[in-house]
Each structure stands twice: as C-alpha cells, then as structure tokens.
C-alpha cells in the first residue's frame, strides 16, 4: 500500500503561480512514476503531468510551457504552476503508479483545490 499526501493548493489570482507537493510513504517501489490529475466542476478527472524515476515526463498541452514536474526522489513529487488561468481551476490529485511504465495510476491521494479567480 501507498499513501499519498498532497500541499500547496489554494486560492490566486490569472497570472499568479502555485506550487503543489505531494508525499508518497509506505510500500513505494524505488522504480515508479509520480503525478497529477485535476478535476474540474462538472468534468472528468484528467491528467496534468506525470513524471517517472527514470525523469521522462508527460505533459497536457493546455500546461506545457506553465507547469513543470519535478522529483527530488522516488517518494516524492512537486509540480510548479505559472501563469494560472481561470481554466486550470479545480482538485488536483496526486497519482502514484508502480515501474516506469507511464499508465493508469494504483494509488491516490485525496486532493488539493486550486481556485484561480480575480
């Protein structure tokens, strides 16, 4: 088992930036691939950015150039949000998934909430 922890979200205005960390602990393969999900109001839940051990990434295209991924070590991940848009609004979920194959995550944590409002 995996137990994730999410920090960093909150409340900023278009333009503004974030950062969200999260904590992977228990039973955590040294070979794995970290990331983040986000749901928005009234939509499935999609992916934002994932990143395995091994520092191969994938992006959505609506973050590419604003967000970067980032792994300090196998238990653990963050992910820098600039130039936040209205649109990026919504929970931010950290996935975890065991090997460095990029696929559907085994573990998640519960979730940060990122409002992006004026």
């Known amino acids: 088992q995996v137990q994730l922890v999410e920090s960093g979200g909150g409340l900023v205005r278009p333009g503004g930036s974030l950062r969200l960390f999260c904590a992977a602990s228990?039973?955590?393969?040294?070979?794995?691939?970290m990331g983040w999900y986000r749901q928005a109001p009234g939509k499935e839940r999609e992916l934002v950015a994932r990143?395995?051990?091994?520092?191969?990434t994938n992006y959505a295209d609506s973050v590419k150039d604003r967000f970067t991924i980032s792994r300090d070590s196998a238990k653990s991940t963050a992910m820098q949000m600039n130039s936040l848009k209205p649109e990026d609004t919504g929970v931010y979920y950290c996935?975890?998934?065991?090997?460095?194959?990029?696929?559907?995550?085994?573990?998640w944590g519960k979730g940060t909430l990122v409002i992006v409002s004026s």
């Open positions: 996935a975890f998934r065991p090997g460095s194959a990029f696929g559907v995550p085994s573990y």
């Open positions: 228990g039973i955590v393969d040294s070979f794995n691939v």
């Open positions: 990143m395995n051990t091994g520092g191969s």
